[in-house]
Nanobody
Framework: QVHLAESGGGLVQTGGSLRLSCAASGRTFSQHVMAWFRQAPGKEREFVAGIVWTAGNTLYADSVKGRFTITRDNDRNTVYLQMNSLKPEDTALYYC?????????????????WGQGTQVTVSS
């Protein structure tokens, strides 16, 4: 059974940094795309960043380019989202997701597996 477990969220001031982790288990993810999405209250879930597990190709939402970095650790079966220069508009529940495909996609409906989410709050 696939399990994605996010951690690393918290409260941070504007301009601060956080690193989110997504520990993946239950299967081999070498043929998968791993991604981070976020959802703020009253808004739709939106794509943040994605990475092709084996190739390492990445995709970012325009709103986070240059501030966020997605990486993966093959040995730990873990995906990370390093978030720098955080803004109040980055406040949301952040989810890890996975799908078996070779190219990253920004559409939530394409993803088969989801974690429970970790809250990120950026104070002004």
């Amino acid at each position: 059974q696939v399990h994605l477990a996010e951690s690393g969220g918290g409260l941070v001031q504007t301009g601060g940094s956080l690193r989110l982790s997504c520990a993946a288990s239950g299967r081999t993810f070498s043929q998968h795309v791993m991604a981070w999405f976020r959802q703020a209250p009253g808004k739709e879930r939106e794509f943040v960043a994605g990475i092709v597990w084996t190739a390492g190709n990445t995709l970012y939402a325009d709103s986070v380019k240059g501030r966020f970095t997605i990486t993966r650790d093959n040995d730990r079966n873990t995906v990370y989202l390093q978030m720098n220069s955080l803004k109040p508009e980055d406040t949301a529940l952040y989810y890890c997701a996975a799908v078996k495909r070779s190219i990253a996609t920004e559409f939530p409906k394409e993803y088969d597996y989801w974690g429970q989410g970790t809250q990120v709050t950026v104070s002004s």
